[in-house]
Structure formats: C-alpha cells, structure tokens
C-alpha cells in the first residue's frame, strides 16, 4: 500500500500531452488518497513489491496506474479491494531514502477503468480503457465555474492549510475539468467522496456535486470558527497557565524538584506563623495566603497579594522594648543633650513617673511648639534614648494627601502603605517613639485633608485599631509614643491641636547660647571638621561675638553655622600646615575669619528724630523688634498706612491716632486747635516686604503719633508691646518671652508692656531679668511718660520696677 507524501495533497501543475496508453500496466495501490488527472501526487514506496514495480517502471516506460482502496487498513490489497477506476501516471522523480523506501514524484494524467486484471504477483498488472470527461458548454456549466472558484477561495480564507497561492491559481483556471481535479485534490474528503467525483464523467454534474461540497465545507469551517471563538472567550489565559502550572508541577514532583511557587508560599506561612497576629489579622492573611497559593506567577493578583503579606509580616506584630523608667537615667539624658529648657525636662519625667506608676495608662501626645533651631526634634531623640525606645522621625511638612498617612488601596498599581506603617516596619517594635515633624505646615486640597487623618493617629481613643488603606486590617498604635513638632498653633486645625498637649519652647537668651554653643555646638563642629580639641580653642569673647553680630535668630541653627565657618577655615589653614600650634579665635580673630559684622542695634539711629517708636513683635521664628515711624505734612487731615500691614494692625492705627487726636491738647501745651484739619499724616512700618498684622502694635503707634506733635525723642533703650483702646487702655498680649528675648537681643533695656502681663514676667529666664528693666503699665499716658524724654512733662505715672527673679515657674506664656 502506498501512502501519500507529506501534507499537501496533490498540486496542480501544467497538463503534459498525454501518452498513448499500452495494453498493459503496473497497478500501484493507494491509501487513504485519489489521485487526479493533471496533478503530481508525492508518494512514499514502503512495500517490497510496489518497491520492485517502481523499479520496474523507472526501467521501462515509467509508467504505472495509481488506485484508490477500498480498504486503507490492508498493506497489499487484492484487485477485488480496489476501485475500478484510478489515473495514469507518469514517474517524474524518485528517491531512495535510508530507511529502504523509496519516494516518488508522479504526474497524473488520463483518468482509466480498470477493463481486466491480468496478474497479481509479483505486483498487480491491469489492461486498462481511458475514460474521458464529457464537456457540454453551457451557461450553466460557466455559473458552476464561478460558483466554484467564489466558495473555494471563501474556504482558503479560513483555512490555515491551504495556501493564497492556491486560491489564485484556482480563480485563473478557464478548464472547468481541470479547476475541477485541482480543487477536489486540495480539499481534506473522504477517500470515498474523492472517489466519487473522480469517477463522474460529466463535468457539469462533477462541478455541482463539488459545489455541494464545498458550501457544506464552508458551513462547518464557519461553525467551527464560531465554536473556536466562544470557547476562547471562555477560557481565561489564567485558567490555561494554571492548567500548564499543574502539569508542570507534578513534572517537577516526578523529578523531585521544588516548585518556586510552593517555596515562596510556604516561606511566606512560616514568616507569618512566627508572628504574635491578632485574630482578624489572622484569618486575613490566612485567606490571602490560600489565595496566593491558587494563583500562578503570571496572574494579576498574585504580585499584589504577594507584597501585602510581606508587608503584614514585616510588621512588627507583639515585638515591644522594654522602656527605661530610671528617671535619674531620663533626667541625665536630657541634661546631657539639651542645656537648661527645665520645664520641657520637668513634663516629660512626668510622664515617664505616670509610667512608671501605671504601665497600661495611656500615653500624652506631646506638642513642641517653638521657632527654628530650638532642639524641638532633637528633644525628640532624647526622649527616645532616655526611655531605651526606638525612634522614627516623620516628617509632614507640605504633605497634602491623604494617602501619604493612610495609604493607597490595593486596587491601584503601586500602592503601597501610609508613612505611618513603614515607619512602625522600620523601627521593628510596636512601642517606638514617632516624631511627627512640622505639622502646622500640612495642606489639603482634592485629594483629601492629611490632617483629618492625623485625628485618628493622634487619638489614644481610637488608634489602637488604626487602619490604613492598604493593609485594611487593625494596626495597634497605642503603644507608640507620638511626639510633633511646630513653628506655631495657628495653621493647626481645632480639632487636631485639641489631641495634644502643647509645650512652648521660646528663643535662647545670649547667656543660653553661649552655653549651648560651649557645650554641644562647638565640639559638635570641631569633630565634624576633621578637627582636635588640642587644634583649636573658641573663646567666649569670640563665641559672644558671633551671637550678637553675626546671628539674630530664636534658635541657634545659624549660630552652629557660624562656627562651623569658624572651624573649616582653620581646618584649612591645619591641611596647608601653616598652623603649628593650636589656635585661640579670639574676639578680633572670629571677625577677621567671619569677615564684616552682619546686624547691627538701630534703635539708637532709627530713633534719633521724633515719631518713630521701637515696638516689640512675636512671628513663628521668635521675637522680633519693629519700628514705626510717623510723618506730617501740609494737607487735609488724611491718614496714610503703609508697610504691607494686615487689618487688625490698621485699625490699630486708626484707634491710636483717634485717642491722640482726642487727647492732644492735654498731652501737648500749645498745639494749635486747627492742626490735625491742616496736616496730613503718614504711619509707615519699614520691611514693607514682610507682611504684618495684629493688635501688639497699637501702644507703639500712638507713641510715634505722640513723639511727633509733641516734638519729644522716644528713649533709645526702650521698646514697647500692647493694644490699645479709644479710651487708652493698654490691653494684655501674647509672646512676653519671645518679645523680652527679642529686646535684649538688639540691645533694648527697657520693656514696657501691659500690667495684665506682668504674672508672664516669671517665664523670662532668671539671668535676663536681672538685666532687664520691666515697665508694666494700665493707660497710654503712663506709656507716653516712660517711653518719651522728659520736657517739662509731669513726674511719670509709671510704675517701673526691675523684676526680681523668684523661683522660676513653668513656661505658660499667653497669646
């Protein structure tokens, strides 16, 4: 039996004229295929007798009958077992392969029926009769063309074994009995609907049985496709990896290897069963984990789970440090670090005592509130260190979404939790010390208000169960000690500052400075230059110096800087070697290094003429002084404000030139009654950059006002603070401290603020006290009498004393 070669079926090619036919020919069995006029049909010989009749032919004419079986199953059927009618054909090639077959290339060409078979061995032998087709020209047989070619060519479209160029050959074939063989040997039939149309005779009824055919090839190639598309659709590319991943799995358990998937499960179980999880955590993570374990690498999901439970086992569930509740250890870490601020020392042992006393109570948050550079985060490192904690800054400053503090839902790509989780994942215990770092300077705009979130961090009612965005499970907080940090309360909403516990921390005093800068700043420096104690000595002329020409600050951030410039100028002078023996900065020597002296004191130069007065001002950063200046000249009685001053502080103005206006001829001997109708005046605030506003200023006005009808110098050595009223009252202010700090930093001995401040007075530390000469006045009169120079005025009303320096309190300073 004879089986066709390769898959292609039997190609068309150019019809040879025919042979004439001998009496006799060799008879070559085919399975499984028909062979058709005016194609090559690829053959494989594996039988030895077809191999002997191959041989035999390629020694003679070449030759041979090609015949479909009956039966494909037999290897040598009989005569009886074959059709009657087959093709002749004519060896165009042969090969012998090295396995003993032999393949060969025949070209069909006149269809015969078998008219009597003469032998059956060695091979069979047939005497044969050509039977040719009958063509009747018809439009008929024209429309059976087109037909044809038309639904073929739809079938090689969808078809991925038939070629393109098989559909073209097949619309350029005019032949209808040709294009009729061609098709009929391309299409996948049975060997018995071949057969049949091999053995039709008339072309018109072989073009309509294989347009039959044809439409119901194409309907089934059509369903199919249909079929193929649903079931696509229907199965997820998940669902066949996850076929392909079980497979390979059990590939892999036949070879004994480990599956990555079940090893990073299973890794990702025993991190989680060492952990102390509560129960919702639990059965979360246990669920996400059977999840995980059904998911092949590939699928969506499986990254994100993946990274949640390694989020949730990098948290540090039931893992606490034991606190240190020595408070002779927390009292000599906090001396250690920080130089006097004993009220901000005396809280927080307080509060390690009520730990010390009742380890469940639950904890304060603590509030810093003070200008820059004051040590308000590093008190924060030293609480930490005194209670043996773990510590973790975070800074919030410009933060204005939500999701900075609660996290991103795992449904986007990328997210990841809340600072606040990472930051309990870094400190590895469920206790730490969190220092949450400017918080006046959060915003809020669409994507929600951070300090909202805040509420819940902050609340010791409610973060034992906080929950972010991103793990969506409880997360206790309660353990954690909270400490933030400000410039100032204002920008802090209601709610939130109601949930903290807020400690002032002023300015340093020149005398505070100095000590710091002595003991912390100075070695701090020294070690971060590269320099020796034994290389270099600061004095306190020199460090003196520094804090009163060339810094002005609450703080000392600018002070250190300073040094710091100090220290690398004479690293650099140790590096070329030109100092040999350790060097002393002196006075003279920190100018020189320093270069020229950046502030100075104006007060004496501003007030050198009438109408300008020295006012004191409180601002985020610290104390401040200000100075106001007032003008007349020739006009109508306007008022001119300038100095990019807010409301309050103009109408501050406006009430302090009401009551000079009222009372001017009691304050002032001989001013015209007209003078006010014929002068025009002009209250000016210099820094016109800087906006201002509040009502401290109003006392300061009225004295410019006053200095400049009556002609009388304000006092160079004295600055003042208070609202006033159209009565002339002096109302209480906020910031005593910060002002009085402020004074002597521009070298103001003499402050003169409202008697309701005067209980402040104790928060102004013990050493400045002494050298400042505290004016607490009721009215505006008494300010006129002590800030003004004599000239010919009554005795002063004023009651002036310098403050004694009690027992120092602590720090309440009002706003």
């Known amino acids: 039996m004879i089986e066709i070669a390769g898959s292609g079926g039997p190609q068309g090619i150019e019809v040879p004229t025919a042979p ?17 006029p005016a194609s090559v049909m690829p053959l494989a010989v594996g039988q030895p007798r077809s191999i002997q009749l191959v041989n035999d032919a390629l020694g003679g004419n070449r030759m041979l009958v090609m015949m479909a079986s009956r039966e494909p199953e037999l290897d040598s059927p009989s005569p009886d077992q074959l059709y009657d009618v087959g093709v002749v054909g004519t060896i165009a090639r042969m090969l012998r392969a090295p396995d003993e077959t032999v393949r060969v290339l025949v070209q069909g060409a006149q269809r015969v029926r078998i008219a009597r078979w003469a032998r059956e061995e060695p091979y069979l ?33 969808q078809v991925p074994y038939l070629p393109e160029e098989l559909r073209m050959a097949v619309a350029n074939i005019d032949e209808p009995s040709a294009l009729s063989y061609l098709i009929a040997g391309a299409l996948r039939l049975k060997t018995e609907e071949k057969q049949q149309l091999l053995e039709e005779v008339d072309v018109s009824r072989r073009l309509r049985r294989l347009s039959e055919v044809l439409a119901r090839e194409l309907d089934v190639i059509s369903l199919g496709s249909k079929i193929q598309s649903e079931v696509q659709a229907g199965l997820e590319q998940s669902q066949r990896e996850y076929f ?15 599956d990555e998937m079940e090893a990073e499960a299973q890794e990702l179980r025993g991190k989680l069963d060492a952990l102390e999880l509560p129960e919702e955590v639990r059965r979360q993570a246990d669920r996400e984990l059977a999840r995980l374990e059904k998911l092949p690498p590939a699928a969506a999901e499986h990254g994100v789970i993946r990274t949640w439970l390694e989020w949730i086992a990098s948290l540090p569930w039931g893992q606490s440090t034991e606190d240190n509740l020595d408070l002779e250890h927390a009292r000599a870490v906090l001396d250690e670090d920080h130089y006097d601020i004993q009220a901000v020392k005396d809280r927080i042992l307080e509060f390690l005592a009520v730990r010390k006393l009742k380890p469940d109570a639950r904890g304060t948050i603590l509030c810093f509130v003070g200008p820059p550079g004051v040590g308000k985060t590093s008190l924060g490192r030293s609480i930490a260190r005194a209670l043996g904690r773990e510590f973790q800054r975070i800074s919030v400053g410009g933060v204005r979404d939500e999701s900075e503090i609660r996290g991103h839902r795992r449904t986007y790509i990328g997210a990841m939790p809340g600072t606040i989780v990472r930051a309990l994942r870094d400190a590895g215990s469920d206790n730490p010390l969190f220092m949450i770092d400017e918080i006046d300077k959060m915003g809020a705009d669409y994507r929600g208000d951070p300090a909202s979130a805040m509420l819940e961090v902050l609340d010791p009612e409610q973060n034992s169960a906080f929950r972010d965005h991103y793990l969506d499970v409880a997360v206790d907080l309660s353990n954690v000690m909270f400490v933030t940090t400000a410039n100032t309360l204002d920008t802090i909403p209601g709610p939130l500052l109601d949930r903290m516990e807020v400690i ?10 100095l000590q710091i800068a002595r003991r912390y700043l100075v070695p701090r420096q020294i070690e971060r230059n590269g320099l020796r104690k034994s290389q270099i000595d600061i004095g306190d002329a020199a460090l003196r110096a520094i804090v009163s020409d060339y810094t002005r600050e609450a703080g000392v951030r600018n002070l250190e800087r300073e040094i710091g410039t100090i220290c690398r100028k004479v690293a650099f002078q140790v590096a070329q070697g030109r100092a040999k023996r350790r060097v002393s900065v002196s006075e003279k020597r920190a100018r020189e290094l320093l270069g020229k002296r950046k502030f100075f004191s104006e007060a004496r130069r501003r007030t050198r ?5 020295t006012g004191l001002a409180w601002t985020p950063v610290g104390g401040d002084v200000l100075f106001v200046e007032a003008t007349a000249m020739p006009g109508e009685g306007r008022l001119t404000i300038t100095g990019q001053l807010g409301d309050v502080m103009r109408e501050s103005a406006e009430a302090a030139l009401s009551y000079v206006r009222g009372h001017v001829h009691e304050l002032v001997e001989g001013i015209a009654e007209d003078w006010f109708a014929k002068h025009d005046l002009h209250l000016h605030v210099p820094a016109g950059a800087i906006p201002k506003d509040g009502p401290s200023a109003g006392v300061t006005m009225a004295t410019a006002l006053m200095s400049l009808i009556s002609g009388r110098h304000v006092r160079e050595d004295v600055a003042m603070t208070g609202e006033i009223t159209l009565t002339g009252q002096v109302l209480p202010i906020g910031g005593l401290k910060e002002k009085a700090l402020a004074a002597q930093r521009n070298g103001i001995h003499t402050v003169i603020a409202p008697r309701l401040n005067e209980q402040d007075a104790d928060d102004i530390p013990e050493h400045l006290r002494d050298d400042l000469e505290l004016v607490f006045v009721d009215e505006i009169r008494a300010v006129f009498e002590a800030a003004l120079e004599p000239a010919g005025a009554k005795v002063s009303r004023a009651r002036r004393r310098r403050v004694p320096s009690p027992e120092r309190k602590a720090a309440r300073p009002v706003r």
């Open 20 to 36: 004439p036919l001998p009496e006799g020919l060799p008879v070559l069995p085919l399975r499984d295929s028909v062979a058709f």
């Open 125 to 157: 032998w047939a005497e044969v009769a050509e039977l040719p087709d009958v063509v009747e020209e018809s439009p008929e047989l024209t429309a059976l063309m087109r037909n044809v070619q038309r639904t073929f060519g739809d079938i090689v479209e």
């Open 244 to 258: 392909l991943r079980q497979q390979l799995k059990a590939i892999q358990e036949e070879l004994g290897e480990v």
């Open 504 to 513: 002032q921390l002023a300015g340093y005093t020149e005398e505070e400075k």
């Open 609 to 613: 003429v009438p109408g300008v007065a």
